[in-house]
Every structure is written in structure tokens, then in C-alpha cells.
């Protein structure tokens, strides 16, 4: 079963713009990961974020996580053609040591 | 280390063929995942290994569907009969302890059974 579920499907922006997307889940959760899946490859673990956390960073993204609103978001700031991917979030289910994936975000970064 | 990997990468075969998909974790890691990921039903986890030893299975949809994984270094995901709805990408991935820092995927097989 789905637990988390990205919003938007697909997001369409010009290079140097700022892209977000978000994520809700249902039960509670230890950690919310996010992962890029360029077309016709593997998905590529980006970041996590721990459940005690509010607020992560690594480069040009930026993830929160709202834990009273089961909700994250990913913002990729100064956006560029080779970010151009689907974005899946992914969280666990406390106890179980597997992560269930959200059908993802297609974004599109135009030149 | 040069990450996990699959073969082969796209596979077509005829309905009721054996089909054997194989991975190569990476060194170190002690969980294994295989994933099927199609338009519909997204990424969906089909049985994960801790330490060589299937965990859970309950996302293999059929007995028609089986996995192992004899060491450390190497599973295969195996299905026979093949039937065409069985078409998708497969993804092996792994990590260290589970969710807790992250999975490594495959570049993933390509399966189309006509």
C-alpha cells in the first residue's frame, strides 16, 4: 500500500526557478527519505530526514517535515536542466525496516 | 565500490518463459530489496532479505514468483511461467540496517513478456 503520496504529479519550470513539491503520509514514521529517479534508472537516495527533525539541507535542496501534518516538502532552489527527474518520497512504517514509496513527482526544468 | 548491480538490463522473453533476474549488492550491506515499479501501481516492494534470509515475502504476487539469495554478494528474483502482465522494471536495491540510512538501487531490468 501507498503511505506516501507526492503533490504535484508534474511541475513544469524555467531554469534558475525554484521547484517544491510535497509528500503526505498516514501513520507515524521514523524517518521521510527522498529519492530522484532520472529516465531509465535507478532511484538515487538524496536525503533524510529523522521524524525529531523539522528542517534538513543538502546543497541547492532544502526538505521539511511537519510531523502534526503527516507532510514534506522538497524545495530544490535555482533550478537547472539536469535536475529534470521524477521525485519520490519515501517513509517507513514504525517497526518494519522497509520504506514504502509515493508514486512520485515528474518535474521538468526547461532551458 | 560500483554500487549495485543488475543484469540483465532489459530482458524480453515470450509468455511462459522462465525468467531469472540477478543482483549484486553492494559489499557491505545487509539488507536486499527487489521492487517492481510500473506506471499503475508505482514502486511496490516484492521481498527483502536480512543477512541472506528472506524476511518477507508478502509482496510477491504469486507462487509463481521466487527469490534467493545463496551469499552476501548475490540474489536472483526468478518467475516461471512469465505471463505478459508481469511486465515492468525490476529494481534490486540495498542498504546498511534497514531504512535507516538510505537504500542503493540498481539501474534496474526492463522486463517485457509477449
Known amino acids: 500500500s501507498q503511505q506516501g503520496e507526492e503533490d504535484p504529479q508534474a511541475l513544469s519550470i524555467q531554469e534558475g526557478e525554484n521547484a517544491t513539491m510535497n509528500c503526505s503520509y498516514k501513520?507515524?514514521?521514523?524517518?521521510l527519505q527522498w529519492y530522484r529517479q532520472n529516465s531509465g534508472r535507478g532511484l538515487v537516495h538524496l536525503i533524510l530526514?529523522?521524524?525529531?527533525?523539522r528542517e534538513k539541507h543538502s546543497g541547492r535542496l532544502r526538505v521539511t517535515l511537519d510531523t502534526s501534518k503527516k507532510s514534506s516538502s522538497l524545495l530544490i532552489t535555482a533550478s537547472r536542466a539536469a535536475d529534470t527527474a521524477s521525485y519520490f518520497c519515501a517513509t517507513d512504517e514504525s517497526g518494519y525496516s522497509t520504506l514504502t514509496f509515493g508514486k512520485g513527482t515528474m518535474l521538468l526544468v526547461s532551458p | 565500490d560500483a554500487g549495485v548491480i543488475q543484469s540483465p538490463r532489459h530482458e524480453v522473453t515470450e509468455m511462459g518463459q522462465e525468467v531469472t533476474l540477478r543482483c549484486k549488492p553492494i559489499?557491505?550491506?545487509?539488507?536486499l530489496f527487489w521492487y517492481r515499479q510500473t506506471m499503475m501501481r508505482g514502486l511496490e516492494l516484492l521481498i527483502y532479505?536480512?543477512?541472506?534470509?528472506?524476511?518477507?515475502d508478502s509482496g510477491m504476487p504469486e507462487d509463481r514468483f521466487s527469490a534467493k539469495m545463496p551469499n552476501a554478494s548475490f540474489s536472483t528474483l526468478k518467475i516461471q511461467p512469465s505471463e505478459p502482465r508481469d511486465s515492468a522494471v525490476y529494481f534490486c536495491a540495498s542498504s546498511f540496517r534497514g531504512w535507516n540510512y538510505g537504500y542503493t538501487f540498481g539501474s534496474g531490468t526492463r522486463l517485457t513478456v509477449v
Open positions: 501513520t507515524s514514521i521514523n524517518n
Open positions: 532479505f536480512n543477512n541472506n534470509v528472506p524476511i518477507d
Open positions: 530526514i529523522r521524524s525529531n527533525e
Open positions: 559489499s557491505g550491506h545487509d539488507y
